[in-house]
């Protein structure tokens, strides 16, 4: 692949969604839901942070322009996470449904009223694990919620997460991004220019706009939207999930996200 690839360190700033002017949310969508009684409430912050020191991170603050200091999230990780929350709520207001999907695949019921974002890379060991809870998930409620994937290469540790972005890309443009992306998380290990042609060819893809598609400048602009939106969600770790407005950090249960969809549905 070409050295002019984007990384999350190279985002064109003109591809940033646009932003609408800021405007008061209904209060079931308000951040503060995440520290709200039950599930959501201390237990709940206390769990992710535990989650979080106990993987390994699949990046850093260094990875995405902007970031908060990892320094401060470990001096408090708590009020670390309730800032970021608090910042992701508010972009998601912002940007509005529409952009934040934009035209990235998608997966379920697309007039589900909640949607749930999957910033991932394929080259991530703990990303493969969390794409099999999330197919568990969307199995069980594929007509409540719309997944949409997002593209958050590492490339600083992962030489292979653009080219199979780009080849996941390519096999959209055909019909086939889901069954590119199975095939790509279940030979992690292989990942690399033979795989990308071989499971193309298995997927019966034409071949030669495959190739056309991956090496494009229209593929290259597609990673480069997602990579401007995780710099505005100031995103450090893959996997990381966000379900409506709820940031959801690292690979959890699938237990988690039915959870946090019955207390978000019950809000609205």
């Excluded at 008061?24 to 503060?32: C, E, F, M, Q, V």
């Excluded at 520290?35 to 991170?57: D, E, H, K, Y």
């Excluded at 080849?167 to 443009?173: H, L, S, V």
Aim: net charge negative; aromatic share 8%.
């Amino acid at each position: 692949m070409s050295d002019s690839s984007p990384s999350p360190t190279e985002t064109n700033p003109e591809s940033t969604p646009e932003t609408s002017s800021k405007s008061p949310r209904p209060t079931a969508k308000n951040w503060p839901l995440w520290l709200g009684i039950g599930f959501f409430g201390l237990i709940s912050v206390a769990l992710l942070v535990s989650l979080g020191s106990l993987m390994r991170t699949e990046g850093d603050a260094s990875l995405v322009a902007g970031a908060p200091d990892p320094a401060g999230a470990e001096a408090n990780p708590q009020d670390d996470l309730r800032a970021h929350q608090a910042l992701v709520s508010e972009v998601v207001a912002d940007l509005g449904r529409d952009v934040l999907i934009g035209d990235s695949p998608t997966k379920g019921n697309p007039d589900a009223e909640v949607v749930m974002l999957e910033f991932s890379d394929f080259q991530c060991p703990y990303c493969a694990q969390a794409s099999e809870q999330v197919a568990a998930f969307m199995e069980a409620h594929e007509d409540e919620v719309l997944l949409v994937f997002k593209h958050f290469p590492l490339t600083s540790i992962h030489p292979e997460a653009i080219p199979s972005a780009l080849a996941t890309w390519a096999a959209d443009q055909q019909g086939q991004f889901w069954e590119f992306h199975q095939a790509l998380f279940a030979n992690q290990a292989e990942l690399g220019e033979d795989l990308y042609v071989q499971i193309a060819t298995d997927l019966g893809l034409d071949l030669e706009q495959f190739n056309r598609d991956r090496d494009s400048e229209e593929a290259k602009a597609a990673l480069a939207r997602d990579l401007a939106l995780v710099q505005e969600l100031q995103l450090r770790s893959t996997p990381t999930f966000i379900m409506d407005n709820l940031l959801i950090p690292g690979a959890v249960p699938s237990e988690f996200f039915a959870e946090a969809l019955t207390r978000l549905q019950a809000a609205q």
